[in-house]
């Protein structure tokens, strides 16, 4: 009895329908798109692990009681939740990503997480230290709808005008102790600059800074909500706790 | 020229050679021929001209990707990742369901004395029924640890191979052949194999 074989029928038909090897370019191709996908998702957890950074620092923590009444509180208010998610998301995705290399099968998902996380750390504390995280919290800020609204930036401790916490830009200085301020929700304010505050007003840093209102400054102010337009300040700060050497605006 | 036969080459060397001569394949295919075939009947339930389907498309595949071919893996390894993948895609395809068993007495013997946790093997696990018992066993566990005990028993693999076969870490596949052995023990139980427990 003849037995078929298999083999040759095979070769045959790969003949008889001009199959060919795919080229090589093809695989380099494919590769470099998942290493590029892996990158890629990494640099944005970076970004998104310096933003996380540049919240943390900016938090003036002496505004606690007025903030949220408790440290509890003001702790779960400060918290960079959008930041932290897109964190999470962009580590996934590098995970993802890299499972999906030619080797990236042999390792364990958890050294696979824990280097992901690490290389973020690493370059996104760089990232915070060099400027970087300011220019893309105001390009954001500026840019990316509701971004601002909703709070998801540093603006939303400073938009608690019932606690006598606002933000925003002066837009014209009558006096060093009276400006009128644009807050970061577009409403206009009066401030008037008390120089000591009520008694009754919760205890702030001792360490005050000077600020010289000037228009176009922006600035975070503490104090009271007199009217609807009226706000009587007891202290005013930079919007920038700390001034960076090297900045780069995007 | 190249002048060594073919018998004498290594698979990659073939995989190299077949790419400028196509000839060369086919010492390729005739290699792993009764090895894959056999390697698609034991996971799946496919008749025999089913197998044979598939093993064509795994044998077109692999020709197609052969500058794909990652040379940090062993040929085999490669070529068995091919047919696993190439038969669960036909087997989800059919939504088959596992009626048919695949496995011989020989296979069934050698997971028999593999998975059992003495030397001693007593004479009744030669008989028919039994094997029968323990091939419903075998085909009663979930695919993933049916796969690990078929490359690990039958097919000889190591770790290394299994895992590039199956693209999981070796810590992956240590879990799932120990959890295989807890599986079919249990299994066993329920079938009153105590000679294998």
Redesign the interface.
Known sequence: MNKTD??????D???KEH??????WH?MLKKSVIWGLFAVSLILGSFAFSLILLHINEVEWDIYEQAAGSMWGFVLMVIPYFWIVFIMGFIFLAYYNFRHT??G?????FYIVLISIGASILIGTGLFAFGVSEGLEDAFSENVPYYKDLNFGRHKIWVMEERGLIGGKIIKVRAVDDFDLKDFQGKMWIIRVEEKPDPTFPRLNKLKSVIIPKPGLTVKVIGVKENDNVFKAFEIRPWKRVERFIRIKF | MDIKDPAEKTDEELANTALDNQEYFYYLMKRYEKRLLSYILHISNFSSGDAEDVLQEVFIKTYKNLRAFDKSLKFSSWIYRIAHNETISEYRRKKASVSTISLDDKDTEIIMKSLKSSHDIKEDLHKKDIKEKVREVIYALPAKYREVLILRYIEDKDYQEISDILKKSMGTVSTLVSRAHKHFKKEARKRKLDMLI
Not at chain 1, 6 to 11: F, T
Not at chain 1, 19 to 24: A, H, L, M, R
């Open positions: 298999v083999s040759q029928n095979i070769l038909k790969i003949k199959i060919k090897p795919v080229p090589k695989f030619e080797t099968y042999r390792y364990n998902t």
